[in-house]
């Protein structure tokens, strides 16, 4: 029996954002970004990354850290899943090809970092009220609001989750 089993591949994918300047250099263009908390995978957010990973050659997907999906006010008890579990379950994903993270409220100081060639987000953020669009706009880039194909939410989730557990205690 192997007791050192390599990380997978995927796990490289994963990258600090003070390191995220020398990684991109090395990715080819158009870069793709996008954001957000991915806290519990579901189809529509692997629809969703596919598709954005589709509008260019790379796609760095940025999450928000736990402490930020505290202050988004999602509910009780979020994230399920903290960050380092979330940022491996984004990387086995193909389409995805760097992930790291941010701590503040919204990703402009690491949108700019990375001067994406294109910046995405999910059908629910018109193209003018996504955060870096102006700039993103402003250098040349293309910004995108992909809708929803699939109506499946993490929030509907736990509630259904929730919903099911207090069925159960009666």
């Known amino acids: 029996m192997m007791s050192n089993w390599p990380l997978p591949a995927f796990e490289h994918k994963i990258c600090p954002p003070e390191e995220l300047a020398a990684r991109i250099t090395a990715l080819p263009r158009p870069l793709v970004f996008t954001n957000g908390c991915f806290d519990i995978l579901h189809r529509g957010h692997v629809t969703y990354l596919a598709q954005a990973r589709e509008t260019g050659a790379a796609l760095v997907l940025a999450l928000n850290t736990d402490a930020s999906v505290r202050r988004q006010g999602k509910g ?13 379950v984004a990387a086995a994903l193909a389409c995805v090809d760097v ?6 409220d919204t990703p402009a100081a690491l949108i700019e970092r990375v001067k994406p060639d294109i910046l995405v987000k999910g059908g629910d953020w018109p193209v003018e009220k996504i955060v870096g669009a102006q700039e993103t706009l402003a250098r040349g880039g293309k910004v995108y609001s992909i809708p929803f194909l699939h109506q499946t939410s993490t929030t509907q989730t736990l509630e259904k989750i929730r919903a099911a557990e207090g069925a159960g205690q009666k």
């Open 76 to 88: 009780s008890g979020r994230p399920v899943n903290m960050l380092e579990n979330r940022a491996a």
């Open 99 to 104: 992930v790291t993270w941010f701590d503040d």
